[in-house]
């Protein structure tokens, strides 16, 4: 496999810091030129572009809030002392006081309770459609340490046929959300496009067609699907079904961690989910890489459970649309 380089977002950021830095230079330490306004502001997406190569937002988030907060804290106890009453604060010292308290805020309510997504892809169709802006909720599975993501005070328990978001297990700094249809220590068969969990047959009702069109390298597919109706032992909700492909496409299964627990063949799959992990299936069931290609998702790999389509600028119809 050939390595990855670094994103455009990378070089982009790199020249926006370069740029950013110029411009406070030339604003000649005055806090209220649009050079020192515009410089720092490109500054600051040029260090988010940068530093989001190599790690988390919310990681970045708290990076600016532990620079900024050192700068106020030197600037009290040391730099202060030297500066007379009618003198300007320095550049860094005036931006870090005003940037400071509004990362804190976004850090916190990103960390600990809300977080927006966007759906990029058609995994999770047909309730969740590419466009939708998505809130999720960070709490509902307990309150979690930053960073770490472990949960410091449990609240809810994640439970089978809740849609959730996760931090991806094959690509760094890469979220996804999936429908979870089995728990720790569930049984998990699906064969001939047929779901068994723990020996019980998970019951279909069919609920006619379902077209959608797909971006693809040859241009826009359009994709005819049958829609069903599945109870989830208790939970119903609708999937899509495309007849094209088979239950599991075999070339794309990975190695992955657990993977004994599976037995895979030509009619499908049945996976023993190891304790403390959960297993994620599409909605999409043939347009969706999820753990029947690349494994079990630990519970501390759950970011939140999605609750409401809160924008989608192609069907604004969409707006506010509980997601079940």
């Known amino acids: 496999m050939e390595a990855q380089g670094l994103s455009k977002w990378f070089y982009l950021g790199i020249v926006a810091v370069i740029v950013g830095c110029v411009m406070i230079w030339f604003a000649n330490g005055n806090n209220k030129s649009k050079n020192m306004e515009n410089g720092y502001l490109l500054f600051i997406l040029g260090f ?5 190569e190599f790690t988390d937002f919310a990681t970045v988030l708290l990076v600016f809030i532990i620079v900024s907060g050192i700068i106020l804290l030197v600037d009290k106890f040391a730099l202060q ?13 005036h931006y870090s006081r005003e940037f400071f308290p509004v990362v804190l805020g976004v850090w916190i309510l990103r960390s600990f309770l809300f977080e927006a997504y966007q759906i990029p892809s058609s995994s999770m169709r047909p309730d969740l459609t590419v466009g939708d802006f998505i809130l999720v909720s960070k709490y509902d599975y307990g309150i979690r340490m930053p960073i770490t993501n472990q949960v410091v005070i449990p609240v809810h328990n994640v439970q089978r046929g809740d849609i959730v978001v996760f931090e991806d297990q094959t690509t760094a700094n890469r979220d996804l959300i ?8 569930d049984t998990v068969s ?19 067609s379902y077209d959608y069109t797909e971006k693809t390298q ?13 109870d989830l032992l208790g939970i119903m909700h609708p999937i899509i079904i495309w007849d094209q492909l088979p239950p599991v496409v075999s070339e794309y299964v990975q190695d992955f961690p657990g993977k004994e627990n599976c037995q895979y063949n030509s009619d499908g799959f049945t ?3 190891p304790a403390g992990h959960y297993f ?3 909605d999409n069931r043939d347009n969706s890489l999820d753990s029947r290609y690349w494994g079990f998702v630990p519970e501390k790999a759950i970011l939140g459970k999605a609750i409401y389509v809160w924008m989608n600028f192609r069907d604004l119809s969409r707006i506010g649309t509980k997601i079940k």
């Open 178 to 185: 999936k429908r979870v249809v089995g728990l720790p220590g």
């Open 280 to 282: 994620m299936m599409g």
């Open 271 to 273: 996976c023993h989910i």
């Open 218 to 230: 040859n241009g826009d597919v359009l994709i005819h699907t049958q829609r069903l109706n599945e």
């Open 48 to 52: 988010v572009g940068v530093i989001s």
């Open 81 to 93: 002392k030297n500066r007379r009453e009618d003198q300007a604060k320095p550049h860094f010292v």
């Open 190 to 208: 699906y064969i001939d496009k047929h779901l068994r969990i723990n020996g019980k047959n998970v019951a279909y009702e069919t609920e006619g």
